[in-house]
């Protein structure tokens, strides 16, 4: 950095600091930084899940994986000089299949406005567009109602309306959740002053879920009442060099807790390429795993419900089921569990129930998919397996950032509560 540029911003910095201490001093009124809420959808045609943060009542569909929050621009909105430090961040993590813009279109009277990359992880598109500054919403919580609206700005990149293809149909963008500096998380942390914590409460689709960002505790109205998240296991969250995606450290898989064989380090994230691991995402709707590792666990599976009659495989999947085959629980189909070991001993399992999905009246299908008939999964650099939407609805899942750690509750449904629970009546404080 040269010389001028360091001047430039200790400048900037003092500004900045200037700034805040005149809006803490006239903030007799300002309430005290809480975590905030949104209410989640799953979207039945897509399978992806949205938020609703955006301006003016918008939805935003929530990807684990992406680096930036994106949306459609009015023609008139804020630029971003490309000299600017956000500039450069932004442009960081950029896909190997998106093309590298460098952050410039010369528009703007000859000034230099930022542009950078947004990335559908439906479609696997790229679009460019001016990075600029957008104003959301929500509503502050107690972790058990929502009780009042906060407004916040997030720098968020424009993205050309053909972008929104293969997305749910009136969404305005993708609220990229990942651990890069510009993910919707750690904007909120930043700008609300609250922790580098978010959870996800996925639904079902036809059912309300929530997501909490900053922290604090996670109602669930049952009788009586459960704060969901104090009873979570917790694995370490590993970082990949070469994305911004959250993988968890698996060492094996077991069916019906029998160990599956898989050829050694199948499930390890190679440091160095950045291949291979267990990464995490909202925008794949079954657990995706790689060729090699999906074979030998839909065998496992064939083999622990042989006693079920089969029904024809449709869609992605290719071990079915007669629904009446199987038997009715109060959590759902009883099928077979799978166990993901996590290094530390302890196991995330999916129950039977999860473990499959209803694919019509009469049929339900193993729900996990082979990665290599997947067009283009949505976290990059081949993991070894993607753990998808359907597998974490009705769980609450907890991103610690502060002390990068995973948290994990198992099926809600086995302590008699589910994501659809959460209270949105207003509370009060
Ligand atoms: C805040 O919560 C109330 C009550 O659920 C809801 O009507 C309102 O839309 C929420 N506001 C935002 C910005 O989400
Ligand atoms: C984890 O799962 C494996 C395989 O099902 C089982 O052998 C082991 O006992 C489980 N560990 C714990 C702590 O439950």
């Not at 360091?6 to 003092?14: C, F, H, Q």
């Not at 442009?91 to 813009?101: A, G, I, L, V």
């Not at 970082?239 to 499930?267: D, R």
Request: charged residues 10%; glycine residues 10%.
């Amino acid at each position: 950095m040269s010389s001028s540029c360091k001047i430039a911003l200790v400048l900037s910095l003092l500004a900045a600091s200037l700034l805040c201490a005149l809006a803490a001093g006239d903030g007799q009124h300002r309430p005290p930084s809480k975590p905030i809420l949104t209410r989640l959808a799953k979207d039945p045609a897509t399978s992806l899940y949205t938020a609703s943060v955006k301006n003016g009542g918008g939805q935003l569909v929530l990807d684990l994986a992406g680096p930036l929050v994106w949306s459609t621009c009015p023609g008139q909105h804020r630029t971003i000089p490309c000299g600017a430090g956000v500039c450069t961040v932004a442009n960081r993590n950029h896909r190997p299949n998106c093309q590298y813009t460098a952050g410039s279109n010369g528009g703007d009277g000859g000034r230099c406005a930022c542009s950078s990359t947004a990335y559908n992880p439906a479609s696997g598109q790229c679009g460019y567009g001016d990075l600029t500054t957008v104003q959301l919403s929500a509503n502050a919580t107690d972790g058990k109602n929502p009780l009042f609206q906060v407004w916040f700005s997030a720098v968020a990149s424009c993205a050309p309306q053909p972008l929104l293809g293969s997305l749910p149909s009136g969404v305005a963008g993708v609220a990229g959740l990942s651990r890069a500096p510009l993910s919707l998380p750690l904007q909120v942390a930043a700008q609300l002053k609250v922790e580098k914590k978010f959870a996800l409460c996925l639904p079902t689709a036809g059912s309300d879920g929530a997501a909490i960002f900053g922290g604090g505790p996670f109602w669930l109205q049952a009788a009586p009442p459960q704060q969901v998240s104090d009873r979570l296991r917790y694995t370490p969250l590993l970082k990949n060099p070469k994305n911004s995606a959250y993988y968890i450290g698996v060492t094996g898989l077991a069916v019906n807790n029998v160990q599956v064989p898989l050829p050694p380090g199948a499930l390890s994230l190679s440091a160095r390429q950045g291949t291979g691991g267990v990464a995490v995402s909202t925008a794949t709707p079954y657990t995706a795993l790689r060729s090699d590792i999906y074979r030998p666990v839909r065998d496992a599976f064939a083999a622990a419900t042989a006693g079920f009659a089969r029904a024809p495989a449709t869609g992605p999947f290719d071990l079915c089921y007669q629904k009446s085959a199987l038997p009715s629980t109060r959590i759902g189909l009883y099928t077979a569990s799978i166990d993901l070991m996590l290094a530390g001993g302890q196991n995330w399992t999916i129950v039977g129930s999860s473990a499959v999905v209803e694919v019509s009246q009469a049929a339900a299908c193993f729900a996990f998919v082979d990665m290599g008939a997947t067009a283009t999964p949505a976290v990059d650099h081949s993991p070894a397996v993607i753990i998808g939407g359907h597998q974490m609805e009705d769980n609450l899942v907890v991103f610690d950032l502060e002390k990068w750690q995973f948290g994990f509750s198992g099926l809600l449904l086995g302590t008699m509560t589910r994501c659809g629970n959460f209270d949105f009546s207003m509370g009060s404080q």
